[in-house]
């Protein structure tokens, strides 16, 4: 579902865009972040479907609706 959200050619265009993600600490890192397209993807379909952000089914693009809410903001700052 993510490759037909977000194709290859339109990754392309904007990976280079995106900021680098933040290192992670080295005594407790944490969970590992979700990946950038993911986000974007799940973004994408809350645009299209204009779905609310808790609505985004986890399992359609592998992360929460809030997850690509923050990502969408964080790229916005």
Same mark, same amino acid.
């Given at each position: 579902m ?6 290859d050619?339109l990754w ?6 995106l #900021?680098p993600?933040?290192?992670r600490?080295?005594?407790h890192?944490?969970?590992?972040p979700?990946?950038d397209?993911?986000?974007?993807a ?10 609310t952000?808790?609505?985004? #089914? ?20």
């Amino acid at each position: 579902m993510i490759e037909e959200l977000v194709p290859d050619e339109l990754w392309k265009r904007i990976a280079p865009l995106l #900021p680098p993600p933040r290192p992670r600490r080295y005594r407790h890192p944490g969970r590992r972040p979700i990946d950038d397209r993911a986000a974007l993807a799940g973004i994408v379909f809350v645009l299209k479907t204009g779905i609310t952000w808790n609505q985004l #089914p986890t399992s359609l693009v592998g992360c929460s609706g809030v997850t690509c809410w923050r990502r969408l903001r964080d790229w916005t700052e």
